[in-house]
């Protein structure tokens, strides 16, 4: 099997730093470049947190590219208290990791994407972990990328589970609803990896012990990342058994679709203010006899995932 072309969209809080590690362990993935985008913290810090990881990982010839730093429909960005309390102050948990000295790459991140779409097309895996700002315009600036990317696998959206901000709406979809909206509706080959099936797949300290006993710097710093997720998880009442490998699982289904079970469908996402489910993400019922262009992952077989991603990182870590 040919490795393809990955691109990964983050707002570098925990989840996205195992979905980063994840992807560069991973044998058919080439992670040609890193998005970063607001959510868990500010797109600068993101950038950085991206940056100082991959040099942690050893990946030192990944770029890191800037995407937009506030939604589609508002002129700037405060973090959300309850993803600090989840993500920690810095976005990883609090935990200092060495300095990486590059610096983000000077092209604009919609325009790499864009530029990355001709080049690679059905090659290209965009990965979205965050909102979908970034993807709503470079849509927007070159249609064609719609039919271009080869599979775009997004962590973000709610549609059979309750979502985490709302009773309807999961984060990542809640930041900009309107530009989710646009890219549900136009971006082809698109599979939704939501909290339907993430929810289902938690780490515990057990794992983290295992990375610790590597006794690799690396190791160590996930460990004390991870388990800061895991406490939180834990002290907000979110999950007592543990905590959902969200981004990571996004990661793994685009190049194995056999982790998940989809249901075919064409999406839109609410985002009329008065309705009561802002930011949902449900069918759209104006498409339900035209051919779908969006999967939406409702099944998982967590345990063959959770088995196969702590092997991933052992082998990343050590």
Avoid: C
Avoid at 91 to 115: K, M, P
């Amino acid at each position: 099997m040919s490795r393809k072309k990955m691109i990964l969209d983050l707002d570098t809080g925990i989840d996205d730093a195992l979905a980063l590690a994840y992807a560069i362990g991973h044998d058919d993935i080439d992670l040609i470049g890193i998005i970063a985008t607001y959510g868990n913290a500010l797109t600068n810090v993101t950038a950085k947190n991206s940056l100082d990881l991959l040099d942690l990982l050893g990946a030192h010839d990944v770029p890191v590219f800037i995407g937009e730093s506030h939604s589609s429909t508002t002129t700037d960005f405060t973090v959300m208290p309850i993803s600090q309390a989840i993500h920690g102050q810095n976005g990883i948990g609090d935990v200092e990791v060495a300095a990486s000295t590059r610096s983000v790459d000077s092209q604009n991140g919609i325009d790499f994407l864009i530029e990355a779409a001709h080049q690679y097309k059905d090659e290209l895996i965009y990965l979205p972990t965050g909102p979908l700002t970034n993807l709503a315009k470079a849509l927007k600036k070159d249609p064609s990328i719609a039919k271009l990317i080869g599979q775009t696998t997004l962590m973000g959206g709610a549609l059979t589970v309750p979502g985490n901000v709302t009773p309807f709406t999961e984060a990542n979809i809640h930041q900009d609803p309107e530009a989710a909206d646009y890219v549900f509706k136009n971006q082809e080959n698109l599979t939704m990896v939501g909290l339907d099936v993430t929810l289902r797949t938690l780490l515990t300290k057990r794992h983290t012990q295992e990375w610790r006993d590597l006794g690799t710097t690396a190791g160590q710093n996930y460990a004390d990342i991870m388990d800061y997720y895991i406490d939180a998880y834990y002290n907000l009442d979110i999950d007592k058994k543990g905590a959902a490998l969200h981004d990571p699982l996004a990661v793994a289904v685009a190049v194995d679709p056999s982790y998940v079970t989809t249901l075919d469908l064409n999406m839109q996402v609410t985002y009329d203010q008065e309705s009561g489910d802002y930011g949902r993400t449900i069918g759209d019922k104006a498409k339900l006899l035209e051919p779908t262009i969006s999967k939406a992952a409702v099944l998982v077989d967590q345990d063959r995932f959770v088995s196969d991603f702590q092997q991933m990182m052992i082998k990343v870590l050590a």
